[in-house]
């Protein structure tokens, strides 16, 4: 474990004056419940947000609160942050007793969490500078919000999500979703990994097919 | 204005460098949409997060991630944020053109980050200390997710929502849903001012009626 533990230090660029938390950070609690990354993903998370929110409220002097909030979802959400994990090659440092190999965001919140704790706020943010905010990317759009938003505005009512389907084994679930606005014949159809993104995919079908409707011209792009 | 500001300012025991933050932070989007509270409310709300769970974590060494959340929830839910607002008497300080009074928990949000962009963290976190941390409160418990947690483990499938009613003008909407998990014939029912409450509350009720039912005594309190 000692060599390994130098060896992730060196790919993320820190250096733990407690190992311990380091070694907490890599646990999964399938391998061990007490001595398991939940505690410092709790922490990571919410230092995580913290850390990137300031940034680009700082950064984008103008820019409206939707658009700061689309963009920090685009650098904060799982898919992004087990891409991160992907490629500090966490798989291999990782301690599990799970089938499958573990989604890798919740380690990286806990690295942070264990940075914050080792070493307070300002090497936490070196980190995620380095590590997270190192690309510029597209802010991710809540169509979720946008829809509900355009429905209560013209329809007084907000959109309803109802399941179609929901197939495959617990860890590789798909489920698929409609969304649909009393009164309007058209109907959005999404399919996710979680119901979020089934959601917000049903919400981005609806509102293009809104879109392509001559009464919605008021529609946003 | 001015007298208000010092009044406001002695009532929530900050005196701003800055008088144009404080002015901002008491600012409806129906009274100006381009200086009002909208950007320090989106550094408010993650930074209040973020003064809170750290404050917690160190405070509560021992306890696990779930509780964590659940009392984090407790402080920085809009329900007690608006009542904090009422404390404060926010009411007679903010500027809005809604017909009705606006809640205030976005005010209260708005504060916060008004005093960290003013002063930064530490005066933040005394302002949290003082006006929101400074009661001891029961975790809220996620009825959802226990509920779901239990309907994968026990069934391996997922709970279902359904809208059954939406009643009551926008700004007084009451929604009502169900709560189901497919094969099993209790249904939970919940009412709520938001979808998020009504979905909380009919998961509570479907738990509780699990709970009553003898195949089910695995079930927590």
């Given amino acids: 474990m000692q060599e390994k533990l130098e060896e992730i230090e060196s790919a993320i660029g820190y250096r733990f004056k407690n190992r311990k938390l380091l070694e907490q950070a890599l646990t999964h609690p399938s391998y061990e419940t007490t001595g ?32 700061l909030t689309d ?6 959400n799982s898919r992004y942050l087990n891409n991160v994990g992907v490629t ?56 979720k919000n946008i829809l509900s938003g355009l429905s209560k505005k013209h329809f007084g009512i907000d959109t309803h999500y109802e399941l179609v389907s929901e197939k495959g084994p ?7 979703f409609k969304a649909r606005i009393p009164g309007i014949k058209y109907i959005g159809r999404g399919m996710g990994t979680t119901k979020k993104e089934a959601h917000m995919q049903a919400a981005k079908d609806l509102l293009q097919k809104l879109s392509k409707c001559k009464s919605f011209s008021i529609l946003p792009d």
Same sequence: chains 1, 2.
């Fill in 170 to 176: 617990p860890h590789k679930r798909r489920y698929v």
């Fill in 71 to 76: 963009l920090k979802s685009a650098y904060v």
């Fill in 88 to 143: 500090l090659k966490l798989e291999r440092f990782i301690r599990h007793k799970s089938h499958e190999v573990p989604r890798l965001d919740n380690f990286v919140e806990g690295l942070i969490g264990a940075i914050f704790l080792d070493s307070g706020w300002k090497r936490a943010e070196d980190f995620v500078k380095k590590t997270i905010l190192n690309k510029k990317i597209e802010p991710i759009k809540n169509y």
């Fill in 36 to 67: 398991s990354y939940e505690r410092l993903e709790f922490l990571g998370d919410i230092v995580l947000d913290a850390i990137v929110g300031i940034i680009l409220f700082k950064e984008y002097p103008s820019a409206e609160e939707s658009f």
